[in-house]
């Protein structure tokens, strides 16, 4: 913690990339759709929000930093939602703003973020003091990655189903959100280089900004009256194209984009 914290280069570069760029980057591509509000409302809520949870696990495979991800995870989670309505208002108007609830926000910080991170910190705590503590943290270290698994088997199952009945709007969004995925973390990486991050901090970089917030909006989506369903699924098709591309990038970005020093 006290080393993450002593790395301000890493939290300019994290909301820069994040609250600066990638809006832009969002905005342009947003111009190539069409004027549909359900479209754009699905597209600009899912690609402007930073992931804040299974960022930290594959930014661990993907030989990133991922303490440093966790530790301004709270940064992330506040910064955006405070500046998710301002967006919305400024692309889509002052009506589009309002959509914005801050329950679903809490709900997944508090259930996927803070909850998670007390029982481990509490595990260490036993681990240093009881040998039984020990045997709970070690047989526990292999949790994280099929748990994740799990959880995102169960929301993209869960809604699945709503994608060939609007395959129509879900295919207007796909190859911008493809296009998305491919400059992003090229972006980052020049990003992270002018803010002279190390490998490891460059790479969390990477996955922060190409990575957005889709279980989280997702509860956000299907609370709207009447297009709910059809915003759902245009979050949907992002976290499907996102995770394959996940599975690409921590190949890919410590093997080419980004080296060890």
Known sequence: MKQAFGNPKYIKALLTINFIIVPCVVWLLSQLLPESPILLIGFYLVLLTPCIDYVIVFTSLGKGDEKLVLTFTPILFVTQMLLLPVYLWLFMGRNAAGVVEPAPFLEAFFGLIVLPLSAALLLQIAAKRRAFGRKVLDGSAWLPVPLMALTLFIVVASQIVKLPTYADQIMKVVPLYIVFMVIMPIIAKYVAEWFKLGA???????????????????????????????????????????LISELVYIRVVPAFLLRDE
């Open 200 to 242: 490891e901090s460059g790479r969390a970089l990477i996955f922060s900004g190409s990575t957005r917030n889709s279980l989280v909006v997702l509860p956000l989506a299907l609370a709207l009256p009447e297009i709910g369903n059809v915003v759902a699924a245009v979050i949907i098709a992002q976290t499907i194209i996102e």
